[in-house]
């Protein structure tokens, strides 16, 4: 508490030494404060939405993205293992640590500043990531209603650049996919920054060609290592509006120079990565090019696992009809992110439908300046699309990058309206959003979406003293006897709140018990003896999860869903979690 007091005094004291200065500029009429952009008007509902969700501790929201999952089991969880470790390096546990985690890598500086820097600890550092992502979520769309001002200028519409700026931001913050990713600790929100920033790049003005292949090189290639679906999600787009740029005026015959130049710095900004992997494995972009590269340590299976999980083998017509409507394996009953998995989603109310609207519109009807710009636009559009499409396992989220290109076309088209239609569209723009993060907020946590703003991140992790055992969570009990010893993880992958020592892995990666029940399927005392030369003295099973990824394929045959129950048999039974399929145990101490 006298930490925080101090923190608080040292805060506010510099606003006190500068009242004097404030006061007088006052009296002399030279302090005039500037009107506030109309888009940050236009869009507080949302801005409050975000940042009181951000507020939450992770794994509180969504329920779109499972309770934040990813963050729980990679996001989060890598950056603080590599922070507790004190190096970024790649962990046979964990996949995921051999993607480029640029992001993540930022998150374990933040995580590492819990050391007495931050009165809260670590639950100040997980509320740190999380403003973090709101921080580059509203970057994002400022650096988007920029780029909008500046192809209003590129258009002809000058004296429309403020109205295109406007609705190109508020579009962004009004589409809930926008918000519910930058409320967390993902890494959508940075690409989307990322993303904005090269677009500018590509459209400003006064760069020499050089220059400016280079800029977009630079961030295209950071976007990249933040998320690598951003190369062909974002590059193509970015690439489009960079060569129109390059191939006009008289710098048109630098082009193959600026190009070549901007793919050597593209390769040199993943050069970390690829180095750091291929010294781990041998693969300098493993997971991926297994078949080239080779696949290090993993088995043909994993590798199977690994593919089948992150590409899909749908025909073109039902990957359009998932773009469009839902997914043909998705059940009536399936959540709808899982059924709509594309535009149709609602968590992008009409973005698609009225971006496209907007581009052929403003092509079929514009003058000739705005038709070329937007039918630039269009292009990087349906490239993004396209790839997407083609490249990915068909993910509604995956669709974010598009906004970078998608919004400013949408306020461009916008400003090109009569002034009263463009008030008009501005208005049912606030009223969409708000109502949107009205739906969306009350609907969460079963209507109690404030509940662990209050208990934060300390309630996830213990249970206050007057619960009882039995109404504990996984992870409160598991860290109620954290001073037992090391703790097994089967079946469970979101190990961030976890406190001690940790054994986890991901459902692609081996598990500490994995070899010897395939060598020995049938011996419990070759499982118990594994778990005791690992100094494992406590296992906490997910059955459930268990069961599900073995009915996905992702687990080795040798494998049998009866295995997890036949070692229960042999543990010290202590606590489960029927309605959640978990279960907690002790190892026997060997006779």
């Known amino acids: 508490m006298g930490v925080d007091i101090i923190t608080a005094i040292a805060a506010i004291l510099p606003a006190f030494a500068l009242l004097p200065s404030i006061r007088r500029h006052a009296r002399n009429g030279a302090l005039r404060l500037r009107r506030p952009p109309a888009w940050l008007v236009i869009t507080l509902p949302a801005i409050a939405l975000l940042l009181t969700a951000s507020a939450s501790p992770p794994g509180a929201l969504w329920s779109s993205e499972y309770g934040a999952y990813d963050v729980l089991s990679y996001h989060l969880a890598l950056p603080l293992q590599w922070a507790d470790a004190g190096r970024v390096a790649p962990l046979d546990t964990n996949v995921y640590s051999y993607l480029p985690s640029y992001l993540e890598s930022l998150y374990t500086l933040v995580l590492t500043l819990d050391l007495g820097v931050m009165p809260g600890g670590r639950a100040d550092a997980f509320t740190a990531c999380h403003m973090l992502s709101a921080a580059l979520t509203l970057t994002a769309a400022w650096t988007l209603a920029h780029a909008a001002r500046r192809l209003a200028v590129l258009a002809d519409r000058r004296e429309r650049r403020h109205a295109a700026a406007t609705i190109a ?228 989220r995956f669709l974010l990058p598009l906004v970078v290109i998608a919004s400013p076309a949408i306020g461009l088209a916008i400003a090109a309206l009569p002034r ?3 008030t008009l569209t501005a208005a049912a723009i606030g009223a969409a959003q708000l109502i949107a993060a009205i739906t969306i907020w009350s609907n969460e946590l079963g209507g109690k979406p404030n509940a662990y703003l209050i208990t934060g991140v300390d309630g996830c992790q213990s249970a206050p003293p007057t619960i009882d055992e039995q109404d504990m969570t996984p992870a409160q009990y598991a860290n109620a006897h954290a001073d037992d010893g090391p703790l097994l993880l089967l079946g469970e992958a979101r190990r961030l709140y976890y406190e001690g020592e940790v054994i986890s892995s991901t459902a692609w990666d081996h598990h500490l018990l994995e070899q010897a029940m395939i060598d020995a399927p049938n011996d419990t005392e070759v499982w118990l003896a594994a778990l005791r030369d690992a100094g494992v003295t406590r296992v906490l099973i997910n059955l459930a999860e268990l069961d599900r990824l073995r009915s996905s394929g992702y687990t080795p045959p040798e494998l049998s869903p009866e295995q997890g129950g036949h070692l229960l048999d042999r543990l010290r039974f202590r606590r489960a979690w029927r309605q959640l399929g978990v279960a907690y145990a002790t190892v026997p101490r060997e006779r």
């Open 420 to 422: 009263r239609a463009i």
């Open 169 to 396: 931001a508020a579009v962004t913050l009004a589409t809930p996919w926008v918000i519910v990713t930058g409320s967390i600790a993902y890494n959508e929100p940075a690409v989307l920054a990322l993303g904005a920033a090269a677009l500018l790049a590509a459209i400003a003005p006064r760069l020499t060609p050089v220059r400016r292949a280079t800029l977009c090189a630079i961030i295209v290639g950071a976007a990249t290592g933040v998320k690598p679906t951003a190369l062909f999600l974002v590059g193509p787009a970015i690439g489009v509006l960079l060569i129109a740029m390059l191939t006009k005026g008289p710098n048109a015959k630098r082009l193959p120079v600026a190009l070549a130049i901007g793919v050597v710095v593209g390769l040199t900004m993943l050069a970390p990565w690829m180095a750091r992997n291929a010294i781990a494995n041998g693969n300098p972009v493993f997971p991926f090019a297994t078949d080239l590269f080779g696949a290090g340590a993993w088995t043909e299976d994993q590798v199977a696992a690994w593919t089948t999980a992150h590409a899909n083998d749908f025909t073109i017509p039902e990957r359009l009809g998932a773009m469009l409507w839902t997914a043909p394996i998705a059940s009536p009953d399936a959540p709808a992110v899982e059924r709509f998995r594309g535009m149709a989603n609602p968590q992008w109310l009409a973005f698609f439908p009225v971006a496209f609207a907007c581009l052929i519109g403003a092509i079929a009807l514009g003058a000739r300046h705005l038709r070329a710009v937007t039918t630039l636009l269009a292009s990087g559009l349906v490239a993004g699309v396209i790839a997407w499409l083609l490249l990915t396992h068909i993910q509604s």
